[in-house]
Each structure stands twice: as structure tokens, then as C-alpha cells.
Nanobody, 121 residues
Framework: QVQLVESGGGLVQAGDSLRLSCTASRTSAMGWFRQAPGKQREFVAGISWRGGSREVEDSVKGRFTISNDNAKNTVYLQMNSLKPEDTAVYYC??????????????????WGQGTQVTVSS
């Protein structure tokens, strides 16, 4: 069992920045997904177990960065130059024991509670 605790969402204006955090109770491959109202959950970014590999979805590349702190079992999503279309509930996900990066939501075993990010224009 892996518990995930997310934090860092909020209401910001377009162009602002936010940093989301997700702390896992166990070292895992981690990913960030988001789901806007009426839309499917989509991959945002992923990082491997040890942090050596990372991917960011093209739609946020250059604005979002994923990183981790192995000592704290925490993954971060730094979001800069936020746009109204980034508004969504953001979820972190974990796959314990997996060494690579997973882009498919169904491959993750554990999910955080979600944190709302709202970007006003």
C-alpha cells in the first residue's frame, strides 16, 4: 500500500506560477495527471523511480518541470506561465517498484486525492 499526499494547488492568474508536491509513503515511479471538467484525465509529466528519467507532455513543455527529492520520497511539478487552459484537478500517481516512466493512467496503482488548480484570465 502506498499513500500519496498532494499539496500546492490554488487560484492564480494567467502568467503566475505554482508548485505542486506529492509525497509517497514508498519509493515509486511517479506521474502527474490532470482532469478538466468534461474531459478525460491526461498525462502531464512522469519521473522514474530514481529521478534519472523524466518526461513532460508536449502541451506543457517549456512551462512545467517535474523533479523529485528521493530522500523525502516527494515529487514536484513546477508550473510556470500558467494559462487558463491549465485549469484542472491535478493528480499524482505512483507505481511502486517500476524503474521507468509510465504515461498511461491505467498502469499506475495508487493515486493522490487531487488538488485543484484554477487559472484566471
Amino acid at each position: 500500500q502506498v499513500q500519496l499526499v498532494e499539496s500546492g494547488g490554488g487560484l492564480v492568474q494567467a502568467g503566475d506560477s505554482l508548485r505542486l508536491s506529492c509525497t509517497a509513503s514508498r519509493t515509486s515511479a511517479m506521474g502527474w495527471f490532470r482532469q478538466a471538467p468534461g474531459k478525460q484525465r491526461e498525462f502531464v509529466a512522469g519521473i522514474s523511480w530514481r529521478g534519472g528519467s523524466r518526461e513532460v507532455e508536449d502541451s506543457v513543455k517549456g512551462r512545467f518541470t517535474i523533479s523529485n527529492d528521493n530522500a523525502k520520497n516527494t515529487v514536484y511539478l513546477q508550473m510556470n506561465s500558467l494559462k487558463p487552459e491549465d485549469t484542472a484537478v491535478y493528480y499524482c500517481a505512483a507505481k511502486p517498484g517500476f524503474l521507468g516512466i509510465l504515461r498511461e493512467s491505467w498502469k499506475y496503482e495508487y493515486w493522490g486525492q487531487g488538488t485543484q488548480v484554477t487559472v484566471s484570465s
